[in-house]
């Protein structure tokens, strides 16, 4: 497994695994790596000949300074479960490398996706995760990249960023990886205490309960049935409830036949954010 930390020195890398015909699958990830990354990594591994995987705290994605500082860093150990799958490439960039003075996102629009949900409630939060990510894919030019439908509006906002800038590269989503429990996998379940952790597999309980009730329940009463489950919860605080169009993630009133839907859920635990969502049956 070759590391990189200059930006040049990977580019010259893979300018001659291009020049040999090499397909490059890319993940990029935050560190503070769990399986539901190394399934990424996998998934890149079976259909490229090489896996290049980022490790990068991107400050220009977090609104609020607390949640950069405390973000988990495991860097030694990330590297042994890289290695372990057999990751080919690692880039593992400073700040500086990246942005060198000018610590910034730039400005994008993805026709409304970026508005909602995590939009609301992250002020600038996705033309961050678009400037790194845009700033990756021109260093590395992967053929296909890997993303976790565990943040379902990134995966949209990525794909809508590559429509929009034309990259020539594949983005492919792939299913969320959970803890037995149901609690979806996250570098921030690290920062939740004993007792935060126990009572989080509501989260998932709840959304799987709304997927039952979709084709015999009215939206409104949905969301009055999730906002009870939350509402004598000491430990976990609802911040929304959303059922959208899986397409353009619009909320919707009402389950339109032939479209698909999904339920997505965002949840505080004392200052440890945690999110989650699931595609609804379709109502045919
Ligand atoms: P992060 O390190 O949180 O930025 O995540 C890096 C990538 O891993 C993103 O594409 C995430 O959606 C994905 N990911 C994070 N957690 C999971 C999970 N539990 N299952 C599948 N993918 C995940």
Do not use: W
């Not at 590391?3 to 890398?13: G, H, M, Q, R, T």
């Not at 629009?109 to 033309?127: A, C, L, T, V």
Request: charged share 25%; with cysteine.
């Amino acid at each position: 497994m070759q590391i990189f930390k200059k930006k040049n020195a990977l580019i010259n890398c893979l300018s001659i695994l291009k020049q040999k015909n090499q397909q490059i699958g890319f993940v990029p990830t935050m560190g503070a790596l769990h399986k539901g990354h190394l399934s990424l990594v996998e998934e890149s591994n079976k259909n490229n000949d090489i896996s290049v995987v980022s490790i990068f705290v991107n400050p220009t994605q977090f609104n609020k300074e607390e949640d950069l500082k405390k973000y988990p860093k495991t860097l030694e150990k990330d590297l042994e479960l890289l290695r372990s799958i057999n990751c080919d490439i690692v880039f593992i960039p400073t700040v500086e490398e990246i942005y060198a003075n000018n610590v910034n996102s730039k400005s994008y629009s993805f026709d409304g996706i970026e508005h909602q949900m995590e939009g609301k409630f992250r002020d600038g939060h996705f033309d961050g995760v678009a400037t790194i990510i845009h700033a990756f894919f021109e260093i590395i030019k992967p053929n296909n990249a890997y993303f976790g439908e565990k943040d379902y509006q990134q995966l949209q906002v990525v794909k809508k960023l590559t429509e929009k800038e034309n990259l020539p590269v594949r983005i492919i989503g792939c299913p969320i990886y959970r803890e037995n429990d149901g609690l979806a996998m996250s570098s921030r379940n690290a920062r939740l205490t004993e007792n935060q952790r126990n009572a989080s597999p509501l989260i998932y309980k709840t959304l799987n309960e709304t997927s039952n009730l979709i084709n015999t329940t009215k939206i409104e009463d949905i969301y009055a049935f999730v906002k009870g489950k939350f509402e004598n919860n000491e430990l976990l605080d609802l911040e929304y409830f959303t059922i959208a169009e899986e397409e353009n993630l619009q909320e919707v009133n009402t389950i339109q036949t032939g479209k698909k839907h999904r339920a997505f859920i965002a949840v505080n635990a004392s200052n440890v954010r945690l999110i989650d969502n699931i595609s609804l049956p379709t109502n045919k």
